[in-house]
């Protein structure tokens, strides 16, 4: 296994690199197959926004938060 300096490289190995590639290049070739209609990005931040609020109307928050203490 030949080790990567942390200046040069975020992985700690060619190989752990290589196979970070492949998998990157790999999901990047799915998405450009993708043949589903494109969602612009003020309609997907709208959708994931009415969501969001939803949950906060709710009660409901992602990380367990009530909201109030000692609840």
Known sequence: MNELSPIVS????EEAAEAYD???R?????SLADDRPV??????MAQ???IID???????HACGWSGAAGR
């Open 39 to 44: 969602v612009a990005h003020d309609d997907a």
């Open 26 to 30: 790999a999901k990047v070739a799915a």
């Open 54 to 60: 939803g949950h906060n109307r709710a009660g409901k």
């Open 10 to 13: 975020e992985f700690d190995s």
């Open 48 to 50: 994931v926004r009415a």
């Open 22 to 24: 492949a998998w990157f």
